[in-house]
C-alpha cells in the first residue's frame, strides 16, 4: 500500500469524510413549510441537527431547501429548544434532478435492507418509489414504517444535495401500477424467469430518451404467473440483468443506476 494514501480516508463512518467536506454536507437543512419569505424555521429533527449535533449559533450560515428545487442562504436568528428561526439571505435555482423521471415499483425487502433501498434510490435520482403489494410479497410497510423511510429520503436529500424530495407513495397492488403507465413512457419489469427477455443494457441502447421510465421489482420468490401475465397484457418489457439471482435491492438499484446513466 503506497505511504501516500492518508489514513484519515481509509476507515469508515462520517469520521472517513475529510472534515471539510463533512462540515459542507451537514450544512444543508430541510424546512418543512414552503420557503416564500425572507424568514423560515426549523423544526424536529432538523431542530435536533442544527443545535446538538452540529452545535451551530446564532450568526452562522446554513443551506435550506424545501423541496421546491431551490436552495437558500440563511443566517441562524434564534435557537429554541424545539424550533430554530433563520433570516433568509439568498435564494438560488439549482437543479440537480435527472432530466426524466424513473418511477420504481418495488415489492419491499425485510428490515434495514429497505433503509438501504431507499436511501440509494434518491441518490441515483429516483422521482417516486412505489411500495408494491405483490402476491408472493412479504414485507408490507404500515404507516409508521412508511413514515421513517420518507424520513430516510429527507436526510438522503440533505447529503448527495437534491433540492426536490423523493416521493413514496402508499402501497399499491402489481395490477394497478402496471396499469398506471402514461404515454410516453416505457414500463420495464425485472423478470429473469420470462421465456422471452431483453438484457438491460441492450434495450436501453434501442430505446430513445424518454420522458419516464417506470420499473417493476418483484419480492424474494418473483413475480406470479398471473402478474407476469398481466404485465405482458399491458406490454411491459420484460429485462434482465444477467444469469445470476440479484436481491431485490440490487436488481432495483442496478436498473435505476443503468437508466440514470443516460441523464448528465
Not at 419489469?189 to 421465456?195: D, K, L, V, Y
Request: aromatic residues 6%; hydrophobic residues 40%; glycine residues 8%.
Amino acid at each position: 500500500m503506497s505511504s501516500r494514501i492518508r489514513p484519515d480516508c481509509i476507515s469508515f463512518g462520517e469520521n472517513s469524510v475529510p472534515s471539510r467536506l463533512r462540515e459542507k454536507m451537514s450544512q444543508r437543512f430541510f424546512v418543512e413549510s414552503p420557503i416564500a419569505a425572507d424568514r423560515a424555521s426549523l423544526v424536529g429533527a432538523e431542530t435536533h441537527h442544527l443545535s446538538h449535533v452540529m452545535r451551530a449559533g446564532v450568526g452562522d450560515e446554513v443551506t435550506l431547501f424545501d423541496g421546491s428545487g431551490a436552495e437558500f442562504t440563511a443566517r441562524v436568528a434564534k435557537i429554541g429548544r424545539s424550533s430554530v428561526d433563520l433570516d433568509v439571505l439568498s435564494r438560488h435555482e439549482i437543479d440537480r434532478e435527472l432530466p426524466f423521471e424513473i418511477v420504481m415499483g418495488v415489492a419491499l425487502p425485510k428490515g434495514d435492507r429497505q433503509r438501504w433501498l431507499i436511501e440509494k434510490c434518491v441518490e441515483l435520482g429516483v422521482t417516486h418509489v412505489v411500495p408494491l403489494q405483490t402476491a408472493r410479497g412479504v414485507a408490507q410497510p404500515v404507516q409508521h414504517a412508511l413514515e421513517r423511510l420518507r424520513r430516510t429520503v429527507i436526510e438522503a436529500s440533505k447529503q448527495c444535495g437534491r433540492n426536490r424530495l423523493m416521493t413514496l407513495t402508499e402501497p399499491m397492488p402489481f395490477n394497478d401500477y402496471v396499469a398506471s403507465i402514461p404515454t410516453e413512457s416505457i414500463g420495464l419489469i425485472a423478470h429473469p424467469a420470462a421465456p422471452e427477455h431483453t438484457p438491460m443494457h441492450r434495450l436501453l441502447a434501442e430505446v430513445t430518451p424518454l420522458a419516464a421510465y417506470y420499473l417493476a421489482i418483484g419480492p424474494e420468490g418473483g413475480f406470479s404467473n398471473e402478474e407476469t401475465s398481466v404485465a405482458a397484457s399491458a406490454q411491459w418489457q420484460f429485462v434482465t440483468l444477467g444469469p445470476r439471482i440479484l436481491r431485490i435491492e440490487t436488481a432495483a438499484l442496478a436498473l435505476a443506476a443503468m437508466i440514470a446513466g443516460r441523464g448528465p
